[in-house]
């Protein structure tokens, strides 16, 4: 095993454990409570992925959920009911409820690298490498809403805290800038 997952004490930075993974971790997330951990990943040749949940403080795992394809990213519900892990080749994203355990598979356009959820938790950005685009998806509905055009090669997507802004970092040294609440056809905006 040569994944881990190092716990670090910030009041020393020390690493206060490291424990091994079976899984080669995407990304990773802490529940609202702080009582669980998840770990999205793949194993040996990441032709499927899954979703570990961890207790916190042991770093046990709780329960793990199969992804029918690889991930390449992951984002967390605010309210840490739902997860979101984008697929890469695969285009698309997997949406999993953690009330119900159903994973509901979305299709986007190329190549779905980066994920963010607004603060709110209703709409979903993913940035679509392949398309130079981002998918805006509603997460009531699991439905593509809008798509806005950006520079090329765009990679992770940061959403501020106030909801308005989405910073797109792309394979070049620029950094888009999108104006969320003039985004056309997500309800509650003006294009």
Not at 25 to 54: E, F, H, M, N, Q
Request: glycine letters at 10%; one cysteine or more; charged letters at 15%.
């Amino acid at each position: 095993m040569d994944d881990h997952l190092v716990v670090i004490d910030t009041a020393t930075n020390t690493i206060a454990g490291d424990h091994g993974l079976d899984i080669h971790p995407v990304g990773i997330a802490v529940s609202p409570d702080g009582r669980r951990l998840y770990v999205a990943g793949c194993k040996l040749s990441c032709i499927d992925g899954t979703l570990l949940v961890l207790d916190a403080a042991s770093t046990s795992v709780v329960s793990r959920v199969p992804l029918p394809a690889a991930p390449v990213g992951f984002a967390l519900a605010p309210d840490g009911s739902r997860a979101y892990v984008p697929t890469g080749l695969a285009g698309t994203v997997q949406a999993i409820d953690f009330g119900s355990g159903a994973v509901t598979s979305i299709s986007v356009d190329a190549e779905p690298l980066g994920i963010a959820v607004d603060p709110r938790g209703v709409f979903l950005y993913v940035t679509c490498y392949g398309a130079s685009e981002v998918s805006v998806i509603d997460t009531r509905t699991n439905a593509v809403v809008a798509t806005i055009a950006v520079a090329n090669e765009p990679r992770a997507i940061a959403v501020s805290p106030d909801g308005r802004l989405a910073y797109v970092t792309h394979s070049s040294p620029i950094c888009s800038v999108i104006d969320l609440q003039r985004v056309a056809g997500v309800p509650g905006t003006t294009p």
